[in-house]
């Protein structure tokens, strides 16, 4: 069977660079399609920041020039291969030499360089893929330019685009100057059929119209952002594509995410085994200055602290939770509000919650694994993998049914042992509270509470399943006319 050949475009990668869930995803489905027999080769830009030992080891392939704004912009194209997957770094001192990956004036710019660049680059490295497959508005700009600017370009011809959205809030919305000023192209485009936007330009708009077909990373999500609720006043342009529009769950990493092999955390554990779990608790607790209590529930919570997250209805029933005999962790940063509110529950309740403000991914597996709950009552969740994580280290999550949220934990029914968690649907602090009250409840009922480590920890959330459905997508997306 012929490969498929796929150019994978992100504007962020583990372990080269990260900042959220993008980076975990371009980590692993480019390495599970190829497991599939596929050629999958991904691109992003190379920051300042990556690591050094990957780019001591980055071959030099060559260069092209890149016409953005008024500027000539040289293009170093460099190549590092890691667990049989080829990477491509974008390098360009002015957009990408500087600290951190994202937060400047010039983002437009930026991005539409990378677009440009990884268009252009494809005849220097000899790879003509079947696919490009874009992510988030960093990459939205992708189809709009293939279309636009090398329609009549024969080695350009019948590559076709695919574009997965990670979270439908963050656009990248520009003035509309940038559309002739940055990206080089007439006002035939800016129309609202096009990437016109309330008087502005919208990157993730171009993603939407542009690319052949549409993915998101849920099947609820890809439901849910078709309306005004979740829409993000782009709704009418999903409804417009749904025949296009599909949802796939991601998956999680189960190799390096496996509580019997995990060097990072404590002790490991299997199923069939769970002392490790009661060791990790105990050191949890220990490592953070909580009363090494192993009798009752330590809920876990690692998230970025914003709305989204559901940290208002957390806020707003704190006391009660406080007042349930449990222990809270607390790892994560965000909204400077929700840092000071916690910060103050975490002296109003000494030896009760241990509230770290940061991010640690040494400290992340150590929650997962030694927490006995994990609370997620996200507003709106596209996929979310920390109820994936939390699940294959016997972490029984606690979620609001959204989103991805939705498509992986249900409703534990103790007559029917169906369900694998305990969820809630009105977004609303009571409900979530009387869900956080029935798990306590089920945690003093060991036997129902060892059965349900061990199912949660023997689902596969691996990338494989996912990686398939992705399979059928690009076919569809190599048919279209």
């Given amino acids: 069977m012929k490969k498929t050949k796929v150019l994978f475009v992100s504007s962020e990668v583990d372990p080269f660079a990260k900042s959220g869930g993008l980076a975990d995803v371009a980590a692993s489905l480019p390495k599970a399609l190829n497991g599939l027999g596929q050629d999958v080769r991904v691109v992003m830009p190379k920051y300042k920041n990556i690591p050094k030992k990957y780019v001591e080891e980055m071959e030099y392939l060559g260069y092209v020039y890149v016409d953005i704004s008024w500027r000539h ?30 937060g400047y004036d010039d983002e437009a710019e930026r991005f539409a360089f990378f677009s440009m660049a990884l268009l252009s680059m494809l005849p220097v490295i000899d790879f003509k893929p079947d696919i490009i497959h874009c992510n988030d508005w960093q990459t939205g700009t992708v189809s709009l330019l293939l279309k636009a600017n090398y329609k009549n370009n024969e080695f350009y011809k019948d590559i076709k685009t695919v574009f997965t959205i990670h ?51 849920s099947k609820t999500y890809a439901e849910e952002i078709k309306t005004d609720f979740f829409g993000e006043k782009l709704n009418n342009v999903l409804n417009k594509r749904s025949q296009d529009l599909y949802g796939i769950l991601n998956g999680i990493d189960m190799e390096s995410n496996d509580p019997a092999k995990d060097n990072k955390i404590f002790a490991n554990f299997t199923a069939d085994n769970l002392d490790g779990k009661m060791t990790n608790k105990q050191m949890l607790q220990k490592s953070l200055g909580l009363p090494e209590r192993i009798d009752i529930p330590v809920i876990g919570i690692i998230s970025r602290l914003v709305d989204q997250k559901g940290f208002d209805i957390i806020n707003y029933v704190m006391d009660d939770i406080m007042n349930l005999d449990i222990q809270l962790v607390l790892l994560g940063a965000g909204d400077y509000s929700y840092e000071q509110a916690f910060k103050h529950y975490q002296e109003k309740y000494p030896g009760k919650i241990s509230v770290n403000l940061k991010y640690d991914a040494v400290l992340s597996q150590r929650i997962y694994a030694g927490s006995d709950m994990f609370l997620m009552p996200s507003l709106f969740e596209p ?32 007559i029917t042992h169906e369900g694998n968690g305990f969820t809630f649907t009105r ?55």
């Fill in 73 to 102: 912009q040289f293009c170093g194209i460099m190549k590092y291969e890691k667990d049989g997957v080829v990477y491509y770094f974008l390098d360009n001192e002015y957009y990408f030499g500087r600290d951190g990956y994202y």
């Fill in 167 to 217: 979270n439908l809030k963050y656009q990248g919305v520009y003035p509309k100057e940038v559309l002739g000023g940055v990206l080089g192209l007439s006002w035939e485009y800016f129309t609202p059929d096009g990437v016109e936007f309330f008087d502005n330009i919208n990157y993730l708009k171009a993603g939407l119209v542009y690319s052949d077909i549409i993915t998101t990373v």
């Fill in 383 to 414: 996929c979310g993998l920390s109820q994936m994580f939390s699940l294959r280290y016997g972490t029984i999550p606690i979620v609001r049914e959204t989103g991805g949220l939705k498509d992986t934990i249900s409703q534990y029914n103790d």
């Fill in 427 to 481: 977004y609303n602090a009571h409900d979530m509270l009387y869900a956080i009250k029935e798990a306590v409840h089920f945690y003093y009922h060991r036997s129902t509470w060892n059965w349900l480590m061990k199912k949660g920890m023997a689902v596969d959330f691996s990338w494989e399943k996912s990686a398939k459905e992705y399979m059928e997508v690009y076919k569809k997306a190599i048919a279209k006319k």
